[in-house]
């Protein structure tokens, strides 16, 4: 029996102008769209059984007011430059990033969530190890903040895998041509 791969996927929301979050880390904006349901979110969560985050990403979650950590039914990894103890919810990840995600994807197991952080899907995408985006666009224009992509010289060839709208929202699904691990 053929294994089925296992894909490295985003899944994120984005202002229409390429923003996560305002520079001061809101995500306010967001909430003031008119969204459908949870936009998509809980077909999505089934798909996955691992999430992946940087270190500001898990950091900004601990921050809100949660009363139990969001991911915790999950494989949990924070990648982190600071070597921190483990703790019930998450792994933290100090070696190297794109070995260990490669590892990840050999194993059997669900997709592989990438929860949140500029670096670290700068990281992947450098890498050469996402197979999939999964972009919700919100119809709103921030003009600054954090950006989805940052700027350098890494090119992928993408294919548009599907389209959904969630009343104002529009999800753009993508899948990598070439380039990613095989």
């Not at 996560?20 to 880390?25: N, S």
């Not at 008119?34 to 998509?40: A, L, S, T, W």
């Not at 990438?114 to 666009?137: N, R």
Request: proline share 2%; net charge negative; glycine share 8%.
């Amino acid at each position: 029996m053929l294994k089925q791969k296992r894909n490295l996927v985003l899944f994120i929301s984005s202002s229409l102008d390429g923003y996560i979050a305002t520079k001061d880390e809101s995500l306010e904006w967001l909430f003031e769209v008119d969204g459908e349901g949870d936009n998509g979110f809980t077909e999505f969560y089934e798909t996955v059984d691992t999430v992946l985050m940087g270190r500001t990403t898990y950091d900004w979650i601990m921050k809100q007011d949660v009363k139990e950590f969001p991911y915790r039914d999950k494989d949990s990894y924070v990648f982190t430059r600071t070597a921190t103890a483990d703790n019930e919810n998450v792994k933290f990840i100090t070696h190297n990033v794109v070995e260990f995600v490669q590892d990840l994807k050999a194993r059997e197991g669900k997709n592989i969530w990438i929860v949140g952080g500029g670096e670290l899907l700068h990281t992947f995408i450098q890498g050469k190890i996402v197979d999939e985006f999964i972009i919700t666009l919100a119809p709103k224009i921030i003009g600054s903040g954090i950006p989805l992509f940052k700027e350098d010289d890494n090119q992928l060839n993408l294919s548009l895998k599907g389209i959904k709208q969630w009343n104002q929202f529009v999800e753009l699904h993508y899948e990598c041509k070439e380039g990613t691990d095989e």
